[in-house]
Structure formats: structure tokens, C-alpha cells
């Protein structure tokens, strides 16, 4: 029995219902299939399923047995090129596997729908939506997975330098998967290349100030640029406040004062700026200034 125009209307119109939420949970985790990809790729399927079933009804011979499943067949492995684009390796990590079988899986989805198995059709989906959002929040809570990094450290040579990098990366690290070194004898140089695995959780520039004497205010100075690069404000402000603690001059107050009135710490921004003003009245006008923003 071949399907009529406004069945083959209804089962597209599903289908890309269907295509719309595993897409928009995609799209909500910044894949590269998301939203509009998934649509398109169920209502494809969907056509090509009905297209199928009719055609192989249209065609049929006597004594041949119609076959609707043959045009239906090449979306299974024409999906393939799809979820090859899907994929993509960022150093050691690949990411876009889980995306690459959500494209198939809603292709077999839209076949089905343009079978007529809508409730199978919304059923599988459901249970992908749980798959892809349920099970994610709970792998990323209660199984701590880690990914691979590519770590490239240069460094003057000094004794202990290797066994001190080595130290820092293991205790950062989940396990390493090689340390290399290339020593530069001509300028007393030293590289040495890291790839560990490390917890999603954890942040590189962490890793990074724990190289450094939080004493020193060069590091200090040195820790800030760390955070400043990475935009972690927070932290911004406490490395800061421990410079301002360590060399407290009229300037380190007034850069205080500046972060926290980025952060909208407007009280503690006028309290910075009056002591930079004390250490140094050289920053009075500036600071008149700087106060009278801070109430407008």
C-alpha cells in the first residue's frame, strides 16, 4: 500500500520534531552536528524511507516482489561520511564520537518514522535524550575522566630542574604517558615535553603557578598574567591582594582598586583606592576621578 501525500507531510513534520531535540541537546554542548544538522538529517531520512516504500510499490512487477527497504538501505551507509565530519581530534583527545552516532542512530529514527513507527520513533528518541543529557551529568559527577595534554615546559638549566618538573607534573597529573628532554648545551636552555592524562576539572594554568614561589613578587607578577590570560577574575583579585601585601605601593593598591571595580566590589575598590592615594599622593587627582566613577 503506497503512502498518501499528507502521510508522507505528517512523518517529515515528526521526524524533524524528533531531529530537533537529540540536535538541540547537541547544539546546547557546542558539537559541531547540532541543531540544524540533526533536523535536516532525520527529514532526509524520513523522505528517503517513504520515497522507498512507494517506489517499490510503484515499480513492482508481477512475480517481483517489491522491496521497500532498498533506497532506505543507502541511508545506513551514507550516513557514514556524515559522522566522519562529526569527528575531530584536538591533540591527543578525540571528540564528536558520541555526535557521529547520535547522527546515525536519528537516521535509523527517521527511517522508521517514515515506515509508520512513530511511537518507536519517539520512544528511541526519548531514551537518546537520556542517554545523551541523563547520563552525562552523572559520567562527568560520579566517573572522574580524563583527557590527554600535551605539555611543553622551557626552563634555564639548573640542577634539580628536571626531577622538580617531573615532581609537579605527577602530582597535577593522573599518570604520564611520556617525559621527553632536549637540553640546548649552547645557551643553557632545557625543553622538556610532557603528555599526561589530567582530570577534566583541573585547570592548566594551575599547573602552571605551582612552578612558581608564591613569596617572590617577580612571580607574583608572573602568577597574575597566568590568571589575566585565562579570565579567572577570581583569582585575578587574590594574586593581587597578595602582591599588594607584599610590596604595598600606591600603584599595586591602585591596580587592586581597578580589578575590584571590574568585579563590581565597589566598596572595596574606593577602600584600594584611598590607600593607594596614602602610599602614594602623587595618585590623588587620578583617584578623585576613579571615585567619582565608582558612584556614578
Not at 613578587?217 to 590568571?227: D, E, K, S, T
Given at each position: 500500500?503506497?503512502?498518501?501525500?499528507?502521510?508522507?507531510?505528517?512523518?517529515?513534520?515528526?521526524?524533524?520534531?524528533?531531529?530537533?531535540?537529540?540536535?538541540?541537546?547537541?547544539?546546547?554542548?557546542?558539537?559541531?552536528?547540532?541543531?540544524?544538522?540533526?533536523?535536516?538529517?532525520?527529514?532526509?531520512?524520513?523522505?528517503?524511507?517513504?520515497?522507498?516504500?512507494?517506489?517499490?510499490?510503484?515499480?513492482?512487477?508481477?512475480?517481483?516482489?517489491?522491496?521497500?527497504?532498498?533506497?532506505?538501505?543507502?541511508?545506513?551507509?551514507?550516513?557514514?561520511?556524515?559522522?566522519?565530519?562529526?569527528?575531530?581530534?584536538?591533540?591527543?583527545?578525540?571528540?564528536?564520537?558520541?555526535?557521529?552516532?547520535?547522527?546515525?542512530?536519528?537516521?535509523?529514527?527517521?527511517?522508521?518514522?517514515?515506515?509508520?513507527?512513530?511511537?518507536?520513533?519517539?520512544?528511541?528518541?526519548?531514551?537518546?535524550?537520556?542517554?545523551?543529557?541523563?547520563?552525562?551529568?552523572?559520567?562527568?559527577?560520579?566517573?572522574?575522566?580524563?583527557?590527554?595534554?600535551?605539555?611543553?615546559?622551557?626552563?634555564?638549566?639548573?640542577?634539580?630542574?628536571?626531577?622538580?618538573?617531573?615532581?609537579?607534573?605527577?602530582?597535577?597529573?593522573?599518570?604520564?604517558?611520556?617525559?621527553?628532554?632536549?637540553?640546548?648545551?649552547?645557551?643553557?636552555?632545557?625543553?622538556?615535553?610532557?603528555?599526561?592524562?589530567?582530570?577534566?576539572?583541573?585547570?592548566?594554568?594551575?599547573?602552571?603557578?605551582?612552578?612558581?614561589?608564591?613569596?617572590?613578587?617577580?612571580?607574583?607578577?608572573?602568577?597574575?598574567?597566568?590568571?589575566?590570560?585565562?579570565?579567572?577574575?577570581?583569582?585575578?583579585?587574590?594574586?593581587?591582594?597578595?602582591?599588594?601585601?607584599?610590596?604595598?605601593?600606591?600603584?599595586?593598591?591602585?591596580?587592586?582598586?581597578?580589578?575590584?571595580?571590574?568585579n563590581r566590589n565597589y566598596q572595596q575598590a574606593r577602600?584600594?583606592?584611598?590607600?593607594?592615594?596614602?602610599?602614594?599622593?602623587?595618585?590623588?587627582?587620578?583617584?578623585?576621578?576613579?571615585?567619582?566613577?565608582?558612584?556614578?
Amino acid at each position: 500500500m503506497m503512502i498518501s501525500e499528507a502521510q508522507i507531510l505528517l512523518r517529515i513534520f515528526v521526524g524533524a520534531v524528533l531531529g530537533a531535540v537529540i540536535g538541540f541537546e547537541r547544539e546546547r554542548q557546542d558539537q559541531p552536528a547540532g541543531l540544524r544538522t540533526h533536523m535536516i538529517l532525520v527529514i532526509g531520512a524520513t523522505l528517503a524511507m517513504v520515497l522507498s516504500v512507494n517506489l517499490g510499490y510503484l515499480y513492482a512487477r508481477p512475480g517481483t516482489p517489491a522491496d521497500p527497504a532498498r533506497l532506505a538501505a543507502q541511508v545506513i551507509s551514507g550516513i557514514g561520511f556524515l559522522g566522519a565530519g562529526a569527528i575531530l581530534r584536538y591533540g591527543f583527545n578525540v571528540k564528536g564520537l558520541t555526535t557521529a552516532t547520535s547522527l546515525w542512530t536519528m537516521a535509523i529514527v527517521g527511517m522508521a518514522v517514515g515506515a509508520g513507527y512513530y511511537l518507536i520513533g519517539v520512544v528511541t528518541t526519548a531514551l537518546m535524550l537520556v542517554v545523551l543529557a541523563l547520563l552525562n551529568v552523572i559520567e562527568n559527577r560520579f566517573v572522574r575522566t580524563s583527557v590527554s595534554r600535551f605539555i611543553s615546559i622551557e626552563a634555564n638549566y639548573h640542577k634539580g630542574v628536571v626531577k622538580s618538573v617531573r615532581r609537579i607534573v605527577k602530582s597535577f597529573a593522573d599518570s604520564l604517558a611520556s617525559f621527553t628532554i632536549q637540553k640546548h648545551f649552547k645557551n643553557k636552555r632545557i625543553r622538556i615535553q610532557v603528555v599526561a592524562r589530567i582530570s577534566r576539572d583541573q585547570k592548566l594554568e594551575d599547573l602552571i603557578i605551582k612552578g612558581y614561589d608564591s613569596e617572590n613578587p617577580q612571580n607574583l607578577n608572573r602568577i597574575y598574567n597566568v590568571y589575566l590570560l585565562a579570565k579567572d577574575n577570581e583569582q585575578m583579585i587574590k594574586t593581587l591582594e597578595k602582591i599588594a601585601e607584599v610590596e604595598p605601593t600606591g600603584a599595586n593598591f591602585a591596580r587592586l582598586a581597578a580589578a575590584y571595580k571590574e568585579n563590581r566590589n565597589y566598596q572595596q575598590a574606593r577602600q584600594a583606592v584611598l590607600k593607594a592615594v596614602e602610599l602614594d599622593p602623587s595618585l590623588n587627582q587620578e583617584a578623585q576621578m576613579f571615585i567619582q566613577l565608582l558612584e556614578q
